[in-house]
């Protein structure tokens, strides 16, 4: 009965009236904006990425075909248009009494989904990272949005493995290579995000260093080329075409968040970087 | 489990309580252990760190969802700025959770920080840098996970509390409202 107040009051006309009549004799059904109320929101083991604590966007999603479930589907068409910008308020309300699963404002399915599902989109975020720092795409003008959803996953992994392929290669001395190739590309990544900021970039801290772990993927391959075949020329070529593609990764996204006078100074030692893993990667044998 | 006890005081999830504490101690005795069997520093580094890795993000994806029902993020807005989200089950689940579960899960959390710190003052006092690496990236795993939750923790409280404030409050303005319709 108190649904009525949820209906916003403009300017009332017969029919309005009739309307709310029509609601309050209608049955013990809780009708208005409860035509909305019964279709719960989706199970819980919707495996989205978590959206922002914006109100309930999947109760919005449930809105357009209102279920004619009463006689009077014509007045009632009405009533669902208007009421939409004053709907979370009562559903949240409704529903929190209902059903246990649902948190405040914000949809917590994540909160309740299967562990297989965050699996999987963990992984599927890691894939999609790579190709987009990696990878020709279109996204590359609007380095900003590229790495929106950053991960340390993927940038743990390719170090790992590049120290490890760097230690496997090495003949001599592989516990000390290990330990200089992940103390090297680990302190290296967390200065240079260092040295953008100082220089008076704006990027954030995390981000750039998953964007400077997903471009070593390049090395990656190369050193396991180099550990394949061991002849030196090969190995240069192969080592000069990867840098050069890394750092071609690198390139939009450290160059869009600095001063562009400062555009220099802020690539500089991430290319010297490279080429330090780079002569790396040669130099063992 | 002991039969006798009632069945309110066992574990509500003993699956995610053995995983929780499973990888964990793992990494710990692997690192304590591993000294008497691997001369090699590097599968030393990588199993530990490894298995540190993979008990982040247990704890922070799976035991931190089903044993305490809490989670944190970090998020990128439109804007370009980071945000951390924080984002808890509403209060009534929250009540129902499990007093050994979360007993459990903090109390780990806890002693496992507590056990990389003595680890790590004993490398330093042996002057051994790359096992002080190894300590240290446990460590700073662990910090992660204790303070993400313990600000989502604090998070929760606050907007239960705002939301009492605001449910006592629409409700009010719909008694004050439906006496006005009526009249």
Redesign the interface.
């Known amino acids: ?2 649904h ?2 949820t209906i916003p009051l403009y300017q009332s006309s017969q029919s309005d009236i009739d309307e709310i009549e029509n609601m309050m004799n209608g049955g013990g059904f809780q009708s208005g904006p409860g035509t909305v109320l019964p279709a719960r929101p989706p199970s819980p083991t919707r495996p989205s990425i ?1 959206v ?2 914006s109100s309930s966007p999947f109760v919005q999603s449930n809105l357009p075909p209102p279920p004619p479930s009463s006689s009077s589907s014509a007045s009632q068409k009405v009533t669902p248009v208007p009421a939409p910008p004053s709907l979370p ?1 009562s559903v949240n ?1 409704g529903s ?1 009494e209902g059903s ?5 404002g ?1 949809p ?1 399915n ?3 989904e299967p ?1 297989w599902d ?1 699996v999987k989109r ?1 992984l599927c975020r890691i894939v999609s990272n790579l190709k987009l720092v990696v990878f020709p795409n279109p996204n590359r003008e609007d380095p ?1 949005k590229a790495l ?3 991960d340390l ?1 993927g940038p ?1 992994f390719f170090i ?1 493995f590049l ?2 392929t760097l ?1 496997w290669s090495a003949s001599v001395k ?2 000390e290579v ?2 200089v190739a ?2 090297l590309l680990a302190a290296g990544a967390v200065i240079l995000t260092l040295n953008v900021l100082l220089l008076g970039g ?1 990027i ?4 750039s260093l998953s964007l400077l772990g997903y471009c070593l993927f390049p090395l990656d391959v190369g050193a396991v080329i180099c550990m394949l075949k061991d002849n030196v020329i090969l190995k240069m070529i192969v080592v000069t075409v990867t840098l050069a593609w890394s750092s071609w990764a690198a390139y939009p996204f450290m160059s869009a968040a600095v001063n562009p006078r400062r555009k220099a100074l802020a690539l500089y030692p991430v290319f010297l970087m490279y080429v330090s893993v780079g002569f790396l990667i040669i130099a063992i044998d | 489990m002991d039969p006798n006890q009632p069945p309110v005081e066992n574990y509500a999830n003993p699956k995610t309580c053995l995983f929780h504490v499973l990888f964990k101690g793992a990494a710990l005795a692997f690192y304590i252990l591993s000294a008497l069997f691997f001369n ?3 599968i030393i ?2 199993v530990t ?2 298995l540190a ?1 993979l008990d982040f ?1 247990v704890v922070k ?2 035991s931190g ?1 089903i044993l305490v ?1 809490l ?1 944190w ?5 439109d804007l ?4 951390w ?1 924080f ?4 209060q ?2 929250l009540a129902r959770m499990n007093k050994k579960d979360s007993w459990l899960f903090w109390w780990t959390l806890y002693l496992a920080a507590a056990a990389w710190l003595v680890l790590g003052i004993f490398s330093l006092i042996r002057f051994q840098a ?1 096992y002080l ?1 190894v300590v240290g990236v446990c460590l700073s795993l662990n910090v992660a996970n204790i303070i993400g939750f313990t600000k989502c923790k604090k998070d929760a409280k606050k ?1 239960f509390q705002q ?1 009492a404030s605001q ?1 006592i409050a ?1 409700r009010f ?3 004050v ?2 006496a006005f ?1 009526l009249v």
């Open positions: 009965m108190s009525n107040d978590p922002s604590s308020p309300f929190s246990k699963t649902t948190g405040f914000s917590p994540t909160l309740t562990v965050t963990d900003g929106r959803d950053w996953w743990f790992v120290g490890l230690s592989k516990s290990f330990a992940f103390a704006h954030i801290f995390f981000q | 090699s520093f590097v580094f990588v760190v490894l890795a993000w994806n799976v969802r029902g989670r993020w970090n998020e990128i807005n370009g700025e980071s945000v989200k984002e808890s089950l509403d009534e689940s790359d690496l907007q939301f449910t629409s303005q719909s008694t409202q439906s319709t």
